[in-house]
């Protein structure tokens, strides 16, 4: 299979933050997809830090939402906890990633009316 359901976002782009072990975040969304989703969920990602190989997961997975139908909307909240810290302060070292399951030859494409992420402590 290729390309998978992956999605980046940078939300602290401009704001200079960096994500810090324990820190917990209020995801809100609303959205609609254009094709079904098996399972739809979120996590903190670094794709900055060489020491550690590039890649590090800055939390676990936060579930989204379940068997997603097309052109459908949906509306909610999920909490993410971080249990890595950032490398930097630097966008791509502070990620949001939503990734799509199962993995296919077409990305389904999402359309946010509402992604705000919010510090809760």
Partial sequence: MSRGGII???PFLNKKTKIAE????TLS?????????DIL?????DKTDEKRQWNVRL???SHIKSDV??????KGYVTI???E????????????????LPYTNNQPTLTFSELEIVKSN
């Fill in 41 to 45: 969920y979120v996590f903190f990602f």
């Fill in 69 to 74: 139908k097309a052109n459908i909307e949906y």
């Fill in 8 to 10: 980046f976002f940078f």
């Fill in 81 to 83: 906890i971080s249990t």
């Fill in 29 to 37: 969304y609303t959205f609609v997809s254009n094709a079904d989703i």
């Fill in 22 to 25: 324990g820190e917990i975040y």
């Fill in 59 to 61: 939390s676990a997975d």
């Fill in 85 to 100: 810290t950032a490398s930097s302060t630097a966008p791509d070292a502070n990620l949001l990633v939503i990734n799509a």
